[in-house]
């Protein structure tokens, strides 16, 4: 089973930056698998729950939202088990509670793709 946690979100003014962290934990027996992958959705209120990002732990291979691409950067870290979502150029529309996801089936923008889910962590840009 993995345990997933987020971190890094808060209240930043239009055109600032923010940079999330998920770390991964009893992550090993996972990451063995070299169909796993990270990513991060969001979900703005009244809203659906909506891929931002993913990445492959084996080749780091990356998939953005186009309405993220050339702002956001996903990376990882081996030795921390963790996973970056890096956010510039922010627009009050990326204001949403931002889910760190994890899946041992291949690299998916599918929601229903991802077997484990963070809490959540709140990211709100003002105008």
């Known amino acids: 089973q993995v345990q997933l946690a987020e971190s890094g979100g808060g209240l930043v003014q239009a055109g600032g930056s923010l940079r999330l962290s998920c770390a991964a934990s009893?992550?090993?027996?996972?990451?063995?698998?070299?169909?796993?992958?990270m990513g991060w959705f969001r979900q703005a209120p009244g809203k659906e729950r909506e891929f931002v990002t993913t990445i492959t732990w084996v080749g780091g291979r990356t998939y953005y939202a186009d309405s993220v691409k050339g702002r956001f950067t996903i990376s990882r870290d081996f030795a921390q088990n963790t996973v970056y979502l890096q956010m510039n150029s922010l627009r009050p529309e990326d204001t949403a509670v931002y889910y760190c996801?994890?899946?041992?089936?291949?690299?998916?923008?599918?929601?229903?793709?991802?077997?484990?889910w963070g809490q959540g962590t709140q990211v709100t840009v003002s105008s």
């Open positions: 009893d992550a090993p027996s996972v990451i063995i698998f070299s169909n796993y992958a």
């Open positions: 996801a994890a899946t041992s089936r291949g690299a998916t923008p599918n929601r229903n793709g991802y077997d484990y």
